[in-house]
């Protein structure tokens, strides 16, 4: 009989053999959680961008439930928050992570993430991306998809 660990071990997404992480629920639910000054100020941000409903809104912790049901985009209040620098330089906080969200018309919307309070980056490494920053200084990148 083989252990989860030696399925694990064996699982290889590249060959169609997918296990599960071991001790997690058998929920299909994810989620990635973005650090701010305030929570709520951010997923509010965040709600008009992306037109997700609020599932949970406390001035700790707040969140955003994908239409699907499946993945959710977490707030975590960080008194502790430095602003990151896009792009990165030496010794300047730096993005841990960015948001990638496809797009229709890239035009249309880079409006409206500017209408709801994101901000244009000054650097712009590809023609048909647009990195954008949200209120706090997370980037985040609008893409049309092929």
């Known amino acids: 009989m083989t252990s989860p660990s030696d399925q694990i071990h064996d699982a290889h997404p590249m060959r169609g053999t997918l296990v599960l992480m071991v001790g997690r629920s058998g929920s299909a639910s994810w989620g990635v959680v973005l650090d701010a000054p305030d929570a709520r100020v951010l997923a509010h941000f965040y709600e008009r961008l992306l037109g997700w409903r609020i599932g949970t809104d406390d001035p700790e912790w707040a969140t955003l439930a994908a239409p699907d049901g499946v993945a959710y985009l977490g707030f975590q209040t960080s ?25 229709d018309d890239l035009e249309t919307a880079v409006a409206h993430a500017v209408s709801v309070g994101a901000t244009p980056a000054e650097y712009q490494p590809q023609a048909h991306v647009r990195v954008m920053l949200d209120p706090v200084g997370h980037p985040f990148c609008l893409y049309v998809g092929t």
């Open 79 to 103: 008194p502790e928050y430095v602003r990151p620098v896009w792009p990165p330089t030496d010794r300047a906080q730096q993005p841990m992570m960015h948001l990638d969200v496809e797009v």
